[in-house]
């Protein structure tokens, strides 16, 4: 089993920025791919971001790209979601995710653990 628990969410104005944690216990994330997803009120849940183990490979949403970026700290166990420039449509819960495999993955059902997920709330 993977524990994931998320944090760094909150509430901002947009333009500004917010870093998200997700750290891994257990068996630890080590040989996954990680992952973002996120849900908006009445949305379903969306691929956000994922990057690969080691951590050589990254992919992005469209809507994401150029603002957000995730990276992850093996050592630590912990992976990230840097979110510059955040807008109002940005507003969700954030869930960080680990596949099954190793590579980069877009589709949620190639994950296997979930977080609890963290709330960012932009405000206009």
């Known amino acids: 089993q993977v524990q994931l628990v998320e944090s760094g969410g909150g509430l901002v104005q947009a333009g500004d920025s917010l870093t998200l944690s997700c750290a891994a216990s257990?068996?630890?994330?080590?040989?996954?791919?990680m992952g973002w997803f996120r849900q908006a009120p009445g949305k379903e849940r969306e691929f956000v971001a994922t990057i690969s183990w080691p951590g050589r490979s990254t992919y992005y949403a469209d809507s994401v790209k150029g603002r957000f970026t995730i990276s992850r700290d093996n050592a630590k166990n912990t992976v990230y979601l840097q979110m510059n420039s955040l807008k109002p449509e940005d507003t969700a819960v954030y869930y960080c995710?680990?596949?099954?495999?190793?590579?980069?993955?877009?589709?949620?059902?190639?994950?296997?653990?979930w977080g609890q997920g963290t709330q960012v709330t932009v405000s206009s």
């Open positions: 257990g068996r630890t994330s080590s040989g996954r791919a």
């Open positions: 995710a680990g596949a099954r495999g190793l590579y980069i993955e877009i589709n949620a059902r190639a994950y296997e653990y």
